[in-house]
């Protein structure tokens, strides 16, 4: 019992934590990364008024809706530069993503405005190469921390300031939609029969897929993992099983001259088997649902190194992944028990 219980409470705990992640992970993108986003599929721009964004925010489930430009530049701070992409939206000031700040040595305070540089959408003069950029200058207001990918590489403006900036007045990359309750894809593909076919409609999730795809390789993989072990554990009932059979020869006997089928015999053996592994089982997955319980009350188990957005390892436990569990102990056990008593019994 204890063979079997081990991995399962294990499995619990494993999916508890990686899902637990994939909650954080969601929720450090959620103020970042809108529900649904509009994105034309040609080209890297358009124009506003291609898109009918009274109808988009009129939908039921939508609540505010609005455009966005991005586009690359170079930064200049205090005669340091580095490459960012600008996303100019809403009518805010300019904010600089955490690793951007640490590239260019913004300080508390930022004293001195910062300085962008983008290529010249019109002519210039080859006798001029200064000419054949735009430049910009604007006031740092605040600097934001995400993940590193994130915070290194985006520099948040208001639109107009973009706009003048790349020199695309009344134009945008994108539509950001907020929700309420989050993006849903009935919800996005109501928003694609407004917007036409030269436009996609991106929910969270497809916005960063190849990050959701590997959590999910990540996690399903271990998951996998843990029913490897399960199995080799699961081979501890084969040896009590045998044993029982060897012990029980003569009861077995008794059972065929009563009329008992080969069939009923083994049902009998499958029976305790099963109940062996079963209770094992349910005590793994009491001991998982406790560990978890109390990690997520207590964080008794913190991150090591302190590197992370959180101090302790998150743990959420969701039906699913306790579900997946259960059919996995059931097919394992299942099949070893069946296999090892009718080959016992031959």
Sequence with gaps: MVAVGIPVAAMIILLGVFSGFEEIIRGLYRGFDPDLLVRPVEGKVFSVSDLDVEAVAGLSGVEAAEFVLEESALLDYRGRQVAATVRGQGGGGVVVGQGIAYELAIRQGFSEPLRFWVPRRGGYSALIPMSAFSTASAPIEGVFEMDSSTDGEYVLTGIEFARQLFDYPGQASALAVRTHGGSGRKLAAQVGQIVGPGFEVL????????????????????????????????????????????????????????????????????TQGMMIACIGAAGGLLLGVLVCGAQQLFGFVPMPGGTFLIDEYPVRLRAVDVAAVCAAFLCVTGIITTFTVRTTLK
Excluded: C, H, N, P
Excluded at 205 to 219: F, G, T
Excluded at 243 to 260: C, Q, W
């Design 203 to 270: 929910t969270r999730e497809q916005q960063r897929a190849d990050m959701y795809r590997i959590l999910r390789v990540e996690k399903w993989g271990v998951f996998f993992v843990g029913v490897m072990v399960l199995v080799v554990a699961s081979l501890s009932i084969v040896g009590s099983l045998v044993m029982l059979v060897i012990d029980k020869r003569d009861s077995t006997r008794t059972l065929e001259a009563m009329g008992v089928t080969r069939r009923g015999v083994q049902k009998i053996f499958i």
